[in-house]
């Protein structure tokens, strides 16, 4: 048998172990550290917010709208 790894059914050989069952201080693992960084290293994403072209498209497509019915309106 591995002595590294005791087998459960015998908790009396199994170290670390106080009697009754307990783990005493100390002989725990440390706790988990955060996952943040465990994902892949992404430096392609885009910046946040519009780009300029963009914006001035829609502003001229608005602003065509807009003279197209102020010209519809003046027409009546």
Do not use: C, R
């Not at 783990?23 to 440390?30: H, K, S």
């Amino acid at each position: 048998m591995d002595e590294k790894y005791p087998d459960p059914e015998e908790p009396g050989h199994t170290p670390g172990l106080e009697p009754g069952g307990q783990v005493p201080p100390g002989e725990t693992p440390p706790g988990e550290d955060s996952t943040a960084g465990a994902g892949p290293d992404e430096h392609h994403n885009p910046p946040k917010g519009w780009a300029k072209a963009p914006v001035i498209i829609i502003g001229v497509l608005v602003l065509l709208f807009l003279i197209y019915f102020v010209a519809w309106a003046v027409e009546l």
